[in-house]
């Protein structure tokens, strides 16, 4: 069994006095993740929040009612909990109580779950995202080496732990994910009124990885007007299928300003959305591909190990641009991402003069090891 990169961080804030919210995508590897954490620990309740029984058990339950029930067990793991109705304010009830049973919470889409936890839990949880699997949890499972030869699969097959662990079935998983799986929560939404639309929407952005996204265009492209568009599209974001990538622009008049890139969580989900799984050699958005797996795995491994950046592309309307760049600790750091090593690179004399202190560092399949694993750094 592959160990999660959280499961040390989450293992030791329990019984810490506050709750626990394990956030990420359905399919994603939440529950398994706590079951193996948890295997050796006694009276542990589970209970689904999908399943009508939960949810009418903590509709207007008082602290007092839901302590009962939670009786005899030490610890409370509620799954799917963006399904219940007023969750926050029921698990502030019993973070409010003496009781010193520990609650966690896993979601599948913070438009529920973060509306409804985030502000009635203000200082009494601790929040953890748990991405698809990562480059780094799969190096530390079988090797850094090997893992750096399975780059041209991984590029269109992805990280999902089922995909992972079912080799040679990887189409039909993915199949599976995207039908059945990935749009549960926004489809069950009752403003989603025509699925058909935002799927129409999703399989655009795919084709548009890497690039930037005029939301008019893609009104155009799907039939919905720019406001609708962006209401799916942050949706989206809120159910772990895309991420928003804005631009950055600090000192020149021609720097992009408000332009917005969309890239995928998962490669494998944006390819099985628009039926290619073809292997890299013969692809012609290859360097897309490799762009979008670049900026999500480094989103993984910031957020695992805990490195606190902000993320930007740079670009200007003379169609300059830097693919990728952080900003943390009082430093900015540019990041030019190519699939082939040997691919001829310079950064813009633009963007290197109006930051001179910006370090540079362009990132390939040999070296994408040193960029994600900290300790290789």
Same mark, same amino acid.
């Given at each position: 069994?592959?160990?999660?990169?959280?499961?040390?961080?989450i293992?030791d804030?329990l019984f810490?006095?506050?709750?626990?919210?394990?956030l990420? !995508?359905r399919?994603?590897?939440?529950t398994?993740?706590l079951?193996?954490?948890?295997q050796k620990?006694?009276?542990?309740? $589970?209970?689904?929040?999908?399943?009508?029984q939960?949810q009418?058990l903590?509709?207007? !339950?008082?602290?007092?009612?839901l302590?009962?029930?939670?009786?005899?067990? =030490?610890i409370?793991i509620?799954?799917?909990a963006?399904?219940i109705?007023?969750?926050?304010?029921r698990l502030?009830?019993?973070?409010?109580s003496?009781?010193d049973?520990?609650?966690?919470?896993?979601?599948?889409?913070a438009?529920?779950l !973060?509306?409804?936890?985030?502000?009635?839990?203000?200082g009494r949880? $601790?929040e953890y995202?748990?991405?698809?699997?990562?480059?780094g949890?799969?190096? @530390?499972?079988?090797?850094k080496m090997?893992?750096?030869?399975?780059?041209?699969h991984r590029?269109?097959?992805g990280y999902?732990?089922?995909?992972?662990?079912n080799?040679?079935d990887?189409m039909e998983?993915l199949?599976?994910l995207t039908? @059945?799986?990935?749009?549960?929560?926004?489809?069950?939404?009752?403003?989603i009124?025509h699925?058909?639309k935002?799927?129409?929407?999703l399989r655009?952005?795919?084709y548009?990885?890497?690039?930037?996204?005029?939301?008019n265009?893609?009104?155009?492209?799907?039939?919905?007007d720019?406001?609708?568009?962006?209401?799916?599209?942050?949706?989206?974001?809120?159910?772990?299928?895309?991420?928003?990538l804005?631009?950055?622009s600090?000192?020149?008049r021609n720097?992009?300003?408000?332009?917005?890139?969309?890239?995928?969580?998962?490669?494998?989900?944006?390819n099985?959305?628009? !039926?290619?799984f073809n292997?890299p050699?013969?692809?012609?958005?290859?360097g @897309?591909?490799?762009?979008?797996f670049?900026?999500?795995?480094?989103m993984?491994?910031?957020?695992?190990?805990r490195? $606190?950046?902000?993320?930007?592309?740079?670009?200007?309307?003379?169609?300059?641009?830097?693919?990728?760049?952080?900003?943390?600790?009082?430093?900015?750091h540019a990041y030019?991402?190519? $699939?082939?090593?040997?691919?001829?690179t310079?950064f813009? =004399?633009?963007?290197?003069?109006?930051?001179p202190?910006a370090?540079?560092?362009v990132?390939?399949p040999?070296?994408i090891?040193d960029f994600?694993?900290?300790e290789?750094?």
């Open positions: 069994m592959i160990e999660r990169l959280l499961y040390k961080s293992e804030k810490k006095g506050k709750i626990i919210v394990l990420g !995508a399919q994603v590897g939440k398994t993740l079951k193996q954490m948890l620990q006694e009276h542990v309740l $589970w209970l689904n929040g999908d399943e009508m939960v009418n903590f509709d207007n !339950a008082s602290a007092d009612r302590l009962s029930e939670f009786n005899g067990n =030490k409370v509620l799954d799917e963006q399904r109705r007023n969750i926050g304010l502030k009830l019993v973070a409010d003496d009781s049973i520990q609650i966690i919470a896993t979601g599948s889409s438009f529920e !973060a509306n409804k936890v985030n502000e009635p839990l203000t949880k $601790w995202q748990l991405f698809p699997l990562s480059f949890e799969m190096a @530390a499972h079988h090797g090997k893992e750096m030869r399975m780059l041209p590029i269109i097959y999902y732990p089922e995909v992972v662990m080799d040679g990887e998983t199949k599976l039908d @059945a799986y990935l749009y549960k929560d926004i489809l069950s939404w009752e403003n009124k699925p058909d935002l799927h129409t929407l655009a952005l795919a548009q990885i890497g690039s930037q996204v005029s939301l265009e893609l009104g155009q492209m799907c039939s919905m720019s406001k609708t568009v962006e209401r799916y599209i942050t949706l989206l974001e809120q159910c772990y299928i895309i991420f928003r804005p631009s950055y600090r000192n020149l720097e992009l300003k408000t332009s917005r890139k969309i890239y995928f969580y998962d490669n494998g989900i944006r099985a959305l628009i !039926a290619d292997a050699e013969i692809r012609q958005d290859v @897309a591909l490799w762009e979008n670049v900026i999500s795995e480094r993984k491994s910031n957020g695992y190990y490195r $606190w950046v902000n993320r930007y592309f740079w670009r200007t309307k003379q169609q300059q641009e830097i693919d990728y760049l952080e900003e943390g600790g009082g430093k900015l030019e991402i190519k $699939w082939n090593p040997k691919a001829k310079s813009t =004399k633009t963007f290197s003069n109006a930051y202190q370090d540079f560092q990132v390939t040999e070296n090891a994600l694993l900290p290789q750094r």
